[in-house]
């Protein structure tokens, strides 16, 4: 089953993971956090905030707020192509 193994912010809203399938890459979040759609995560523009991420099979910033695995494994990779038929399968394409 796939997880987030390892987790390390990097700089701005950029945070480098770990998967358990051996990939690893950087996932910039900016776009996601700066918009705000999302009510929740808009307490997350506070850099400081952003930054106090943890790892629970996903990145998780308190017991009430975190983000899909596939997600983040999307935003991560999604300009791999050999991972397009995945992307597709999860809804994300």
Known sequence: MLSILNAHY???Y??????????????DLKDF???GQI????????I????SFQVDYTLKWN???DLALEY???????????LQPKFHKWGYI
């Open 10 to 12: 990097q700089n701005d």
């Open 14 to 27: 950029k945070i480098l993971l770990q998967f358990s399938d051996n990939k690893e890459g950087v996932v």
């Open 33 to 35: 956090i700066l918009d």
């Open 39 to 46: 009510k929740p995560f808009k307490q997350l523009q506070d």
């Open 48 to 51: 400081e905030k952003f930054k």
């Open 63 to 65: 017991d009430d707020l």
């Open 72 to 82: 983040l494994y999307f935003k991560t990779f999604e300009k791999d192509n050999s």
